[in-house]
């Protein structure tokens, strides 16, 4: 359980590699980077949206495929080849008038660690590298790619009583 004022959370950014999809990547014949992605992650990532939360991606990987899996999920703020996240992060939070404090951020290795240091509620996956752990405020028990995205957006919205909340759940 994270132990933070959840209630105050309004944007929730996540990286990809290692966070939203499994550490280990296969590579498609023409080089291409091939990612599996969770379900249920899924499902917890376009319900956020829904219930109005800003939800974005920071990724420094650079496929397509990325950014067609989460765009379609309604995810508007999908950034790829990000190589200093802070600068994406900087540019939401002037965007949406955001405070750090109202900021989860999920990583999982070193590109991650700068911008975690920045936001209000920095978090991991349970395989997280160890630098990173050593700064989150909530280490899901879930790994990368299953469902750690799940694990926290839905602590988030059970919190602000979002969660299986009619319409936005259920899409009526």
Not at 74 to 95: M, N, P, S
Request: hydrophobic share 40%; aromatic share 10%.
């Amino acid at each position: 359980m994270i132990n933070y004022d959840l209630t105050q959370i309004k944007a929730l950014f996540f990286d990809v590699d290692g966070v939203l999809s499994a550490e280990t990547i296969f590579l498609h014949p023409d080089g291409e980077p091939m990612r599996s992605v969770n379900i249920k992650d899924g499902y917890a990532l376009q319900l956020a949206v829904k219930c109005g939360l800003h939800v974005a991606i920071i990724t420094g990987g650079k496929t397509e495929a990325v950014r067609k899996r989460y765009e379609g999920l309604g995810i508007k703020d999908v950034y790829l080849g990000a190589a200093v996240k802070t600068r994406e992060y900087k540019e939401l939070l002037e965007k949406y008038n955001l405070k750090p404090e109202e900021v989860l951020y999920m990583g999982d290795d070193i590109p991650d660690y700068e911008v975690m240091q920045l936001v209000g509620l920095p978090c991991c996956p349970a395989d997280a590298a160890p630098e990173i752990k050593a700064i989150s405020k909530y280490i899901s028990h879930r790994q990368g790619g299953y469902g750690c995205g799940r694990d926290v957006i839905e602590q988030v919205l059970k919190a602000q009583r979002k969660w299986m909340a009619g319409q936005a759940a259920f899409g009526w």
